[in-house]
């Protein structure tokens, strides 16, 4: 019985070295790590009025034996309520410590323990317990809110993966510590809404974020949040608000060549606001800017295109001292030799000499209505409106070389009737751009 029972013993005193060696080493590493993780905690948080920086207790071995016990308690031998309630236990005694370390420690350990069981609803319930719970720290607040955002992506189905959006959107609301996490919640939340083509909620949830303000958010991560922002608002119709919200932008905020992408995307949100306006002149303002990018100046099809759509919305433009001055700036720009056809085109509005119509469309009606800005549903009204302008441009010539002139003449050299002339004419006094009297007696 005595050889039995000391072999019995020996069997139960066995241990793998190898085993034992790394679980020290381990337990070394976790040591060393909550030793310097504990400083930087104080530093950050020092502070913070709810943290006593003076530990009664140095957790660093408590943690060092109780996490990897409790891991293999849930996922070796099947436990995993006793030992979520072990660490629950242990995260109440860091945190009445105020060992922001430590607890951040425990609580993600939890929160790691519950994805690897893949018990989804204990991950939620335990996420909205732990921010809960009584003079919980923000530190541990900020990790397991990092750690469980990991896991979205993750989720086996739709339905788990919204549960842990919205909780994850729940504890962090109203908490300024976790803007950043709630921003980039809300941001996957909205894309999530737009491909399932809920456009206008999808703007609504992205609408609420005031990013500008956030401090926690780098500037490159910030301009894509507004101009998505802007993006979706145009998306829904709502042009009013989608200018609003892209005002908080400048052309200063894309200054540094590593935002030259987003400078792209700015102004042609820009330009999608000024179509929808029919202001002509801004969207080849926009174009301009567009044209003296760096990454656009590289590649001949990108400044092509864009000199082509300052050209084409500069002579849809009304006339002004300000549209003068871009026309007479854009004719100086050395690529504009390359694109004869619109060298000619803004040519003729520059120089003093009556434009023919009919000639006028035979050479660029084809190439014109070929353009982007006369495409869809607009190209008979823009096309409208280039006659307009041609109309003005020949109205400003006469006006030039004329002091009286009978209507017969001038609709003759309009070609256009008595009536059109008159109201043309019309147009642009009441416009301000033009004085003149009429004599219906004299005709």
């Known amino acids: 019985p005595d050889?039995?029972?000391?072999?019995?013993?020996?069997?139960?005193?066995?241990?793998?070295?190898?085993e034992s060696g790394e679980k020290k080493e381990e337990q070394s590493k976790m040591m060393q790590e909550y030793t310097k993780q504990n400083k930087l905690a104080n530093k950050k948080f020092g502070g913070d009025m709810s943290l006593n920086t003076k530990k009664k207790e140095d957790f660093g071995p408590i943690l060092a034996a109780a996490i990897p016990q409790n891991r293999d308690l849930a996922l070796k031998q099947g436990k995993k309520d006793e030992a979520i309630e072990n660490l629950l236990g242990l995260e109440k005694q860091t945190r009445i410590a105020s060992d922001a370390f430590a607890t951040g420690k425990v609580a993600v350990e939890i929160v790691k323990i519950l994805f690897e069981c893949k018990d989804w609803a204990g991950l939620n319930s335990n996420i909205v317990l732990i921010s809960k719970r009584r003079q919980q720290l923000k530190q541990v607040l900020v990790e397991i809110v990092q750690e469980a955002m990991k896991y979205i992506d993750q989720a086996p189905d739709y339905d788990?993966?919204?549960?842990?959006?919205?909780?994850?959107?729940?504890v962090t609301d109203g908490k300024i510590h976790v803007e950043l996490e709630r921003a980039r919640l809300t941001r996957q939340l909205s894309q999530i809404r737009e491909s399932e083509g809920k456009i206008s909620e999808a703007a609504d949830l992205l609408s609420e974020v005031q990013v500008e303000t956030y401090g926690s958010m780098d500037k490159e991560e910030k301009i894509e949040y507004i101009l998505e922002q802007v993006r979706l608002c145009l998306e829904k119709g709502d042009f009013v608000r989608g200018s609003i919200v892209g005002k908080k932008l400048t052309s200063k905020s894309f200054k540094d060549d590593i935002f030259q992408e987003l400078k792209i995307r700015w102004?042609?949100?820009?330009?999608?606001?000024?179509?929808?306006?029919?202001k002509y002149l801004d969207m080849a303002n926009n174009q301009y800017e567009i044209l003296q990018t760096p990454i656009v100046q590289e590649k001949t099809e990108s400044w092509t295109a864009s000199l082509k759509s300052i050209a084409v919305h500069l002579v849809l433009a009304p006339h002004d001292n300000h549209h003068q001055d871009f026309l007479v700036r854009l004719l100086e720009e050395k690529k504009l030799d390359q694109l004869k056809a619109y060298k000619v085109l803004l040519t003729l509005f520059k120089t003093l000499e009556l434009i023919q119509w009919s000639s006028f469309q035979d050479l660029y009606k084809t190439e014109l209505l070929a353009h982007s800005a006369f495409g869809g549903d607009k190209q008979e009204a823009r096309w409208k409106d280039l006659h307009t302008r041609v109309i003005q441009h020949n109205i400003r010539v006469i006006a030039t070389y004329y002091q009286n002139i009978r209507m017969p003449r001038l609709s003759q050299l309009l070609e256009l009737s008595e009536e059109e002339s008159e109201k043309n004419v019309c147009d642009m006094v009441v416009a301000g751009s033009l004085f003149f009297r009429i004599d219906r007696l004299k005709g």
């Open 267 to 278: 102004y042609d949100l820009l330009n999608r606001i000024a179509d929808n306006d029919n």
């Open 3 to 18: 050889s039995k029972m000391a072999e019995g013993g020996a069997d139960k005193m066995k241990i793998d070295p190898v």
């Open 160 to 170: 788990k993966k919204m549960e842990l959006i919205h909780t994850l959107r729940a």
